[in-house]
């Protein structure tokens, strides 16, 4: 088979059934996890396809989200061509676009595979992603003030919640209103921690037929340290217990020391489970 006729164009609305087929149907698949799927970002400058003879080979996708931050949202390519001919073609491509932008590209790394590429291209890993779980059966329930932990009032899901959300993460692990209020229309259970009619936290979990999982805990940065995050998440686990839950799973960053210390005080443990985190300065 010849590869010469392959060219990079940018990814269009039209692109969506292709582009599906590659991401269910292929063996080489790297999807970043989060409230928006990848084909939700098509229309986006930063999304590209890769096409032999007309037909849509691989794809490419690294909008950035938050600012400053370009997360490798999806690579995925077809049997037809080989992996290290879709990468060069498409990451070459994304470089040159996003050169001189002051942008970090990341990705969280799941397959071998994937890890290999990055490495080869310069990226290096920053941190680690480790698994925690909670099994409810071993949970004593306590009680939680009301007044302070509550459901988000839809008018509360906005530039509050943004602002905590900026004030408690490093800018590669913040979210932007768009991706919080997607965040929260999601939810399995959603909670806000308020003091004086401000926002100060919240909590973000999603449900399966396993349990739970905490995708999102944070707490203003002045307020850290005084048993808010460690609420927020108490209460959570009471809310799965009604639910009839038996599990609930939270990702974390194996050097972020303060968040390891509030769920192993809690009752988590590590499961062994964890991901390398790859980031790009360009």
């Not at 087929?21 to 939700?40: K, Q």
């Not at 048993?227 to 998440?233: E, K, M, Q, R, Y």
């Amino acid at each position: 088979m010849i590869y010469t006729q392959l060219a990079v164009r940018p990814a269009r609305q039209t692109d969506h059934t292709p582009i599906a087929n590659l991401m269910y149907f292929e063996a080489h698949v790297h999807r970043h996890l989060d409230w928006r799927g990848p084909l939700e970002w098509l229309g986006a400058d930063e999304y590209w396809v890769l096409e032999q003879n007309g037909l849509v080979t691989a794809a490419l996708a690294c909008p950035p989200d938050p600012e400053g931050v370009a997360w490798l949202r999806l690579f995925a390519h077809s049997s037809e061509v080989p992996t290290t001919d879709a990468w060069k073609a498409l990451w070459e491509n994304a470089r040159a676009c996003l050169a001189g932008r002051n942008l970090l590209v990341a990705a969280i790394t799941v397959a071998d595979w994937f890890s290999v590429l990055l490495s080869e291209s310069g990226f290096t890993t920053r941190q680690q992603i480790v698994v925690l779980e909670q099994k409810l059966s071993t949970f004593q329930p306590r009680q939680i003030p009301s007044e302070l932990i509550a459901p988000p009032r839809p008018e509360q899901v906005g530039p509050a919640v943004t602002e905590v959300d900026k004030s408690g993460f490093a800018p590669l692990w913040r979210n932007s209103l768009q991706a919080l209020q997607s965040g929260f229309r999601q939810a399995g259970f959603a909670t806000v921690a308020q003091m004086n009619g401000e926002i100060i936290g919240y909590q973000i979990s999603t449900r399966n037929s396993f349990g739970a999982h905490l995708a999102r805990l944070a707490v203003s940065a002045p307020l850290q340290g005084q048993g808010i995050g460690h609420l927020l998440v108490q209460d959570l686990l009471m809310q799965c217990l009604r639910a009839g839950l038996h599990r609930l799973t939270v990702n974390t960053q194996n050097d972020n020391l303060n968040s390891l210390a509030l769920y192993k005080k809690i009752g988590f443990e590590l499961t062994g489970e964890s991901y390398n985190v790859f980031s790009l300065q360009l």
